[in-house]
């Protein structure tokens, strides 16, 4: 094999193991430093894979300095990477580009943003590079790594806790502290609305709807991914807020549409009844189940009372109870055997 192949080769082969590397620290259920190492990983990745570009298409650039001690940065081999790839499709590879050099950003920076809640920006960028670089490899080197390697990609395993339009408000960044976090953020929300006046489509950050049916016999077809339309999305980005119900007159008020209520009192008093006969051995529906159904209603972290009509004076109402009722009336019955 010829030296330039060889180089070549050996780039793709280490940019493919640390994009796996990248993939396989993500989908962990529980790790720390997760994007401080996935990013890491996905930024290396990409180096390598640019490298191994310029080296097979852009014979005119060496992908080491002058000496050829070291190789070229990875701000070099980006730009030597655009360069060429818009001299034949101009604005293809901005939105790469942009990508890349925000999660670079992120990685140069990461000491600035610790106290800082940023995933779900790291994540929607991190995501982005991760689908672009399966298309990238796939185009340039006729590599199918989905295919060949019989794995996945980011972040699956992991549904999508929000959703990408949910962060794209006039509020801004400002529940953001730090003014390197807010910068980062801005900087996004530029990029974004730069990317749509230069007529780009596609767009930096990426949100997914992931359905899984069997790992194994995973196909493209088993990913049904979201993507944002972000042309029409204002540009700035505005926290998520998590939202616990209790009873406390001070607490501040949010107003909460039925799909929210049913995602967290799913539960009739049928299915809890079900749940708990499952559960507890010599369960019975008596007296003893009332009394402590009763003394769940008291809180409302365990079942909310929903009106027919919420208008109407009359006091018509359903009870929907949370999971975490099921779990206090098993605690209950443990506790309190002389009901």
Same mark, same amino acid.
């Given at each position: 094999?010829?030296?330039?192949?060889?180089i070549?080769?050996?780039?793709?082969k280490n940019?493919?193991?640390?994009?796996?590397?990248?993939i396989?620290i993500?989908?962990?259920?529980?790790?720390?430093?997760?994007?401080?190492?996935?990013?890491?990983?996905?930024?290396n990745a990409?180096?390598l894979?640019? %490298? $191994?570009f310029?080296?097979?298409?852009v !014979?005119?650039?060496?992908? =080491?300095e002058? /000496?050829?001690?070291h190789? &070229?940065s990875?701000?070099?081999?980006i730009?030597?990477?655009?360069e060429y790839?818009n001299?034949?499709?101009?604005?293809?590879?901005?939105?790469?580009?942009?990508?890349?050099?925000?999660?670079?950003?992120?990685?140069?920076?990461?000491?600035?943003f610790?106290?800082?809640?940023?995933e779900?920006y790291?994540?929607?960028l991190?995501?982005?590079?991760?689908?672009?670089?399966?298309?990238?490899?796939?185009?340039?080197?006729d590599?199918?790594?989905?295919d060949?390697?019989?794995?996945?990609?980011?972040?699956?395993?992991?549904?999508?806790?929000?959703?990408?339009?949910d962060?794209?408000?006039? %509020? $801004?960044?400002?529940y953001?502290?730090? !003014?390197?976090?807010?910068e =980062?953020i801005? /900087?996004?929300?530029?990029? &974004?609305?730069?990317?749509?006046?230069?007529?780009?489509?596609?767009?930096?950050?990426?949100?997914?709807?992931?359905?899984?049916?069997?790992?194994?016999?995973?196909t493209?077809?088993?990913?049904?991914?979201?993507i944002?339309?972000?042309?029409n999305?204002?540009?700035?980005f505005?926290?998520?807020q998590?939202?616990?119900?209790?009873?406390?007159?001070?607490?501040?008020?949010?107003?909460?549409s039925?799909?929210?209520?049913?995602?967290?009192?799913?539960?009739?008093?049928?299915?809890?009844?079900?749940?708990?006969?499952?559960?507890?051995?010599?369960?019975?529906?008596?007296k003893?189940?009332n009394?402590?159904?009763?003394h769940?209603?008291?809180?409302?972290?365990?079942?909310y009372n929903? /009106?027919?009509?919420p208008?109407?004076k009359t006091?018509?109402?359903?009870?929907?109870?949370?999971?975490?009722a099921?779990?206090?009336?098993?605690k209950?019955?443990?506790?309190?055997?002389?009901?």
């Amino acid at each position: 094999m010829a030296k330039r192949k060889m180089i070549q080769s050996n780039l793709i082969k280490n940019s493919i193991c640390a994009y796996f590397g990248a993939i396989e620290i993500h989908n962990k259920p529980k790790i720390s430093y997760r994007y401080e190492t996935v990013t890491l990983l996905m930024m290396n990745a990409w180096e390598l894979l640019l %490298k $191994a570009f310029i080296k097979k298409y852009v !014979k005119n650039k060496s992908i =080491f300095e002058d /000496k050829e001690e070291h190789t &070229i940065s990875f701000c070099k081999a980006i730009n030597y990477t655009e360069e060429y790839i818009n001299s034949i499709k101009p604005k293809s590879f901005m939105s790469i580009k942009e990508n890349l050099i925000l999660i670079e950003d992120y990685r140069n920076n990461i000491v600035h943003f610790y106290n800082e809640q940023l995933e779900p920006y790291i994540f929607m960028l991190t995501a982005k590079a991760a689908l672009n670089y399966v298309e990238f490899i796939n185009t340039y080197f006729d590599k199918d790594i989905m295919d060949n390697e019989g794995l996945f990609i980011l972040p699956l395993g992991f549904k999508l806790p929000f959703k990408p339009e949910d962060f794209l408000t006039h %509020k $801004a960044a400002k529940y953001i502290s730090s !003014k390197e976090s807010k910068e =980062f953020i801005t /900087k996004m929300v530029n990029v &974004i609305s730069d990317l749509g006046d230069k007529g780009v489509e596609d767009t930096i950050v990426v949100g997914f709807d992931i359905y899984l049916e069997n790992i194994k016999k995973m196909t493209n077809s088993d990913l049904k991914v979201a993507i944002t339309n972000l042309d029409n999305a204002d540009a700035t980005f505005t926290k998520v807020q998590k939202v616990q119900i209790v009873n406390d007159s001070n607490a501040q008020k949010m107003q909460l549409s039925d799909d929210e209520l049913f995602a967290r009192y799913p539960l009739t008093y049928k299915e809890v009844s079900k749940c708990c006969k499952n559960r507890l051995k010599d369960f019975k529906q008596d007296k003893k189940f009332n009394e402590i159904i009763k003394h769940v209603k008291d809180g409302s972290q365990y079942c909310y009372n929903r /009106k027919l009509n919420p208008k109407s004076k009359t006091i018509v109402a359903t009870t929907f109870y949370s999971q975490l009722a099921v779990e206090e009336i098993i605690k209950e019955y443990g506790v309190n055997s002389e009901i």
